[in-house]
């Protein structure tokens, strides 16, 4: 997926001027999002940087395990794939393909899954395999599921973070690649997934989390300088928005100078 | 017991039209030479076995060597999308290609199965996803012990496993190491298997995390260095980046795609 | 994460009265102490599992530590019978010893889904044996692709695992190279993890063939050198051939039996 | 298992000196068989030494693969068991216990399995679990199955290797730990095993060998200054012999100097 990024400070949704970007301040929330967790299964891109992130600022223990195989990575720069041979080199342990999924992830014993999304809809069920174009058109085609379903299904909970648009929040699903909660309560449990699921849905506006009475995702959080209808506007779907909603806090100085000193090894994309 | 042929010789000799190929390696280790060889020799038909297809699966379906595509993610991995596999999807070019679609923890699981020349794995995966009404390879078991339902994958069982190790010794025993992925698994679950070597030595010294294949696992071995660029072999080679974001406007274009394959893989060798 | 603390306050914390407990170990890096010390605390009731049950078991059956054996081969290696197994199992003494009894490739197909927190396991296995006969935990699925029948056998999910290492850094991290058997599968399944080493490093060197289990997998370690005599750890110690053979008729009699352990594990610590 | 050992010379059954035991003509005897075997998995005991036996005589490139995880180990003296070091220490490729079961035998990879066993019958079944002693008595504890059962199933073929007396082949099993072939022809493969199973039965007295149309065994080669009515009278049922019995070559000088050598480290017991 080639996202368009909102990565110049100029671009602000509220048009003043800051010395960091939405696209910082999200990854940064991201990164916040992981607190208390202990093991944190990584996908590449924005959960990746997020997941460095809070290794290098609040969470210096946490353990990074990548599907490529490794368990407890240590990068000192943000990899542009899941295989630099750095996530190998910095590793506590290297493993196989398979076994990462079957004794690792399989397990539950991974604390929060991050992932991406290219569509995700009110439930936070995810789609990251085909889009609808139309009847006289051709499906048009994605990556593919990667190893999503099995994060989303295995993992104690799963943070997703992607950037806000009525392209990519929609009110239904083209293909559903993963489940986060389903069709609403009690879903999981029926479909004998695991953890508790999307806990989280972090963009570049704000922060979305399910009701815990309907699982439907609702708008809790917006960054500084957006507005509750802008991010009404970016949701496909009529978005429910908590009776109060707060504000998320800037990024710190210090925030931000690791993330930066992480990415100038190199700007990951999705 | 594996021979040491060049990597002509051991493309031709065991690869053929309609074969199931599978060319392993996560991200590391991607035997991108042996892929260059097939296209030169205009093998074709194949249907084509991979967890993260990649640009090396781009190039041989840009070049038409595909008619069908068993993977679980088909991306340029932190870059974007893979134009020639979606133009083949989305508008048959240069022919249409048939997918069979996994998850990650599935497409593993169907070379364990096959490694372990079972007709199946076990896991618990695909749950509520619309991933199985789309495959003919994905299906349920019941635990007889518990009663709960689980995710069956068929196994998966190339004709060919082609992988990219960093050394070989003289008896054609191979050695890889670092992020090891699934390469053993596809090896072990072939009917033949072909690996190219950065290097051939006279003793495999001992290394950490290490997969050993022995000689008599293995068909044929192919010395040739860099034969996994732009990916790499840790401990010999670093991985080209920049090639992973050269192309995804050199594959963007057909004929720009065309033009790049002919310089420097149809005329190259 | 691992606590590291003494092998008596580990055992004391970890193993209860009624616990199914797993010492693994095949054949080497065999625990031996943590099994003196469960003898000591005069721990009880257990459920002991393990694919060989060894010397090791040979001396907590004839101190009335198990009430049930999971297991799948139980002899002294390469010496004979294990005369404190077969004397419970034939004539109940000191205590009546139930069994569970499998193939090697089904205890290890049973860790290996405990690991995988999968509830059972599908192997090419027992096919016209008696054991599914007298066991509960073999079963048959069928392949919903191929219609094939194939054994099934439930999970192995161990209240504690016990097993010995060569090393762990102070964080809890802990590393077994050389033969490493079925025990991460092991530790892998369990509720909770007591490993025994030979040594506390500040930094774990990679080795070849090395299995790494992350301090957040392992309750606690010990630090118990030689834990493993009459077994070994390779790069450490030499397995105690000697010792195998004097356990013969050591154990072949019960009053012999009980004063050498008496000597050597009551009242020694 | 103890069996009792037939190792000096002046036991051998005509009483004639010979400068050999039947035990070591046994060994030799089943190093020969695994002529043109490419790998085999090997059981410790008797078989450990037949197959150390081949590789230091006519077979140097075969590929030994123990139980305890060693492909390709080269020790060079016989290990007590299958987990000294320096299986390990010479092998090609160590690896875990379920791989050696999962990826290595049960796959169909491995040419011959080499066994011994407690009780045999004319179908080359094999019980090493229990022993029927009679009503009044509770059942005698073999060690059970180990490896067995998917040996016999997986390998390529299956040479067995025991001594021979009416305690270990016997008419009717006590317990089938491990199918030979079953209850007769047609029977594996309609068990679904994979491999020819059992091909040869080499005992101290002689060898028996499957009757290709019936599958039992038959008397095929006995060994010299062995009698037909010996190995008979040490049969448990009555044994079909041969049209003709073939008389087994005695050790080679090479031979028994390979034998002798490698026990010098210690002469390994079942």
Chains 1, 4 share one sequence.
């Not at chain 1, 300088?225 to 970016?234: F, L, M, N, P, Y």
């Not at chain 2, 840009?62 to 020639?84: D, E, K, T």
């Not at chain 2, 022919?95 to 076990?122: I, K």
């Amino acid at each position: 997926m080639s996202d368009t990024t909102n990565a110049t400070p100029a671009a602000a949704p509220d048009g003043a001027a800051r010395d960091w970007t939405p696209d910082e301040l999200m990854t940064v929330n991201a990164a916040r999002a992981l607190h208390g967790s202990r093991t944190c299964f990584v996908g590449i891109g924005l959960p990746s940087a997020a997941a460095n992130l809070a290794r290098r600022t609040s969470q210096p223990d946490l353990v990074l395990i990548y599907e490529s195989g490794t368990l407890g990575s240590k990068p000192t720069r943000l990899p542009l794939s899941i295989g630099d041979g750095e996530l190998a080199d910095t590793a506590d342990a290297v493993v196989s393909v398979p076994e990462i999924f079957n004794y690792w992830l399989q397990a539950g014993r991974i604390d929060v899954g991050f992932l991406g999304a290219a569509q995700v809809d009110r439930y936070a069920n995810i789609n990251t395999t085909v889009i609808d174009r139309g009847p006289d058109r051709p499906e048009g085609r994605l990556p593919g599921a990667g190893g999503a379903p099995e994060i989303a299904a295995s993992c104690g909970k799963v943070l997703m973070v992607l950037r806000h648009s009525r392209r990519n929040f929609v009110e239904r699903l083209d293909f559903v690649t993963t489940v986060g909660h389903g069709s609403g309560p009690g879903d999981r449990a029926r479909l004998g997934l695991l953890g508790q699921g999307p806990v989280a849905v972090i963009t570049d506006l704000g922060v979305l989390r399910p009701d815990p009475e309907t699982a439907e995702l609702v708008l809790t959080e917006i960054h500084p300088g957006v507005t509750v209808e802008q991010v009404t506007e970016a949701t496909g779907w009529k978005l429910r928005v908590a009776g109060s909603v707060g504000v998320t806090e800037p990024p710190t100085q210090a925030e931000l100078a690791a993330l930066r000193a992480l990415k100038s090894g190199g700007e990951p994309r999705a | 017991m594996a021979e040491i042929r060049s990597l002509r010789d051991a493309v031709a000799g065991l690869i053929h039209d309609g074969d199931t190929v599978a060319m392993e390696g996560f991200t590391h280790l991607i035997p991108f030479a042996a892929a260059h060889e097939i296209i030169r020799q205009g093998i074709t038909d194949l249907t084509l076995v991979r967890m993260t297809p990649d640009v090396i699966y781009d190039q041989l379906i840009g070049m038409g060597a595909a008619r069908r595509l068993v993977f679980s993610w088909g991306g340029n991995p932190g870059v974007g999308s893979l134009h020639r596999f979606r133009d083949a999807v989305e508008n048959g070019w240069p022919r249409p290609l048939e997918l069979d679609e996994h998850s990650h923890a599935g497409m593993a699981n169907r070379y364990v199965a096959g490694a372990s020349r079972l007709p199946f794995a076990v896991l618990r995966g695909y749950r509520g996803s619309d991933l199985p009404k789309r495959s003919s390879t994905i299906s349920t078991v019941t635990c007889p012990f518990t009663g709960e339902e689980l995710a069956a994958v068929a196994a998966v069982n190339p004709d060919v496993t082609v992988i990219h190790a960093q050394r070989a010794d003289r008896a054609g025993n191979v050695q890889l190491w670092g992020l090891v992925g699934v390469q053993k698994e596809a090896a072990l679950a072939a009917d033949r298997v072909l690996v190219t070597v950065e290097e051939i030595v006279d003793e495999l010294e001992p290394m950490p995390d290490a997969v050993v294949l022995p000689s008599w696992t293995v068909s044929a071995v192919a010395h040739v260095p860099n034969g996994a660029h732009p990916s790499y072999a840790a401990g010999y080679t670093v991985r080209d980046n920049e090639f992973y974001q050269a192309w995804d406007p050199i594959s963007r274009d057909r004929e720009t795609f065309l033009a790049w394959m002919r310089e420097h893989v149809l005329e190259a060798s």
